[in-house]
T-cell receptor, first 115, second 116 residues
Framework: KNQVEQSPQSLIILEGKNCTLQ??????????LRWYKQDTGRGPVSLTI?????NTKSNGRYTATLDADTKQSSLHITASQLSDSASYIC??????????????FGQGTTLQVKP | KAGVTQTPRYLIKTRGQQVTLSCSPI?????VSWYQQTPGQGLQFLFE???????NKGNFPGRFSGRQFSNSRSEMNVSTLELGDSALYLC???????????????FGPGTRLTVL
């Protein structure tokens, strides 16, 4: 069964600190992996998109890594800011007749950054 | 360039009623996908439309349907509403169809549907 699991479920850190969010997936065949940030009451916003051949991608203070062999990804946030408080969702795109066009979403990690 | 817009933003309906939600994609985008987001299930794919044709469908009952117009605007309809249909409904647009490539999807703000 295609699944995307994220950990931790929630996280509280102090402003200025770094943190790492984890994503494990069982989607096969795999096409791409995306990280989204979703603020409360708003739609998700794309942070990074990685294909099978990419193992790291950065977007400002956000750096995503991908290990396609172990089917794991992480999102590292550097020097956190209060505005980083949001839900971070890992999304995997499959390919092939059964997966094309379908994105499989993780449950998300809720991050709270405190002053 | 204007982003993805969804109307209405909030909606309250009672069980058994039907509802129609609207989504206007970013200008030039021809693919529109719909998602349901609930606290318990997270985000789940409903269906994707490209050039007025449904390309993919998630695992939702037939009460959930959609369509896309020639200007790429899309509507989603839910008939015979159930309490469990209360959710945030999101649409996303992209330039090309499918998600097997690394092209970006842009999400709208969503429509919050409450079924009483």
């Amino acid at each position: 069964k295609n699944q995307v699991e994220q950990s931790p479920q929630s996280l509280i850190i102090l402003e200025g600190k770094n943190c790492t969010l984890q994503c494990n997936y069982t989607v096969s065949p795999f096409s791409n992996l995306r990280w989204y940030k979703q603020d409360t009451g708003r739609g998700p916003v794309s942070l990074t998109i990685m294909t099978f051949s990419e193992n790291t991608k950065s977007n400002g203070r956000y750096t995503a890594t991908l290990d396609a062999d172990t089917k794991q990804s992480s999102l590292h946030i550097t020097a956190s800011q209060l505005s980083d408080s949001a839900s971070y969702i890992c999304v995997v795109g499959g390919k092939g007749s059964s997966n094309t066009g379908k994105l499989i979403f993780g449950q998300g990690t809720t991050l709270q950054v405190k002053p | 360039k204007a982003g993805v817009t969804q109307t209405p933003r909030y909606l309250i309906k009672t069980r058994g009623q039907q509802v129609t939600l609207s989504c206007s994609p970013i200008s030039g985008h021809r693919s529109v996908s719909w998602y349901q987001q609930t606290p318990g299930q997270g985000l789940q794919f409903l269906f994707e439309y490209f050039s007025e044709t449904q390309r993919n469908k998630g695992n939702f009952p037939g009460r959930f349907s959609g369509r896309q117009f020639s200007n790429s605007r899309s509507e989603m309809n839910v008939s015979t509403l159930e309490l469990g249909d209360s959710a945030l409904y999101l649409c996303a647009s992209s330039l090309v169809a499918g998600t097997s490539g690394a092209h970006e999807q842009f999400f709208g703000p969503g429509t919050r549907l409450t079924v009483l």
